[in-house]
């Protein structure tokens, strides 16, 4: 799970899908494309609404995407767009790209959608935020 700060939305979209997947069998983990939270815990407001819905994100620290990481994973869902640019521009090879997915395609197919960044934005935007990433957790999660 991938955005720009991870430490606010990719945090959740770990929190969620952990919470809907078995744990023993599928590795999920998050990460930004960005160095200025490394380390970090997450956003007060991200923490907030998890514990709404019984997701502890309070042991997540922030750490920046590398490109070891389309080896380690078989999925990067990206947040937004810029995100999908910041992290193809790293990709090796075509099989790298290929990893890489929107993470809202997986409700809103072919539409180009992004999850908005809730940094700038107050309460309501991180409540928004998890109801779009519980939701295409749920496809994922599905599928896995
Ligand atoms: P995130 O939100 O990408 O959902 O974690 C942001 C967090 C921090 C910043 C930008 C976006 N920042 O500019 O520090």
């Known amino acids: 799970m991938v955005c720009l700060g991870n430490i606010c939305r990719s945090p959740l979209a770990e929190g969620i899908l952990k919470s809907k997947i078995d744990s ?4 999920v983990d998050s990460a930004g494309t960005g160095h200025w939270h490394i380390g970090d815990e997450p956003d007060k407001r991200s923490i907030a609404v998890g514990k709404k819905y019984n997701i502890d994100i309070t ?3 922030g750490r920046q995407f590398s490109i070891d990481d389309f080896e380690n994973f078989d999925m990067i869902y990206v947040m937004d767009n810029s995100n999908k640019e ?6 090796q090879s075509d099989s790298h790209k290929e990893k890489v997915k929107l993470i809202l395609d997986e409700i809103f197919p072919g539409e180009n959608v992004d999850v908005p ?3 700038f934005g107050g309460n309501a935007g991180f409540d928004k935020v998890y109801e779009m990433l519980d939701k295409a957790c749920d496809e994922i999660a599905k599928r896995l």
């Open 86 to 91: 910041d992290v193809l521009a790293l990709a």
């Open 24 to 27: 023993s069998k599928v590795i």
């Open 117 to 119: 960044d809730p940094y």
């Open 59 to 61: 042991n997540q620290r």
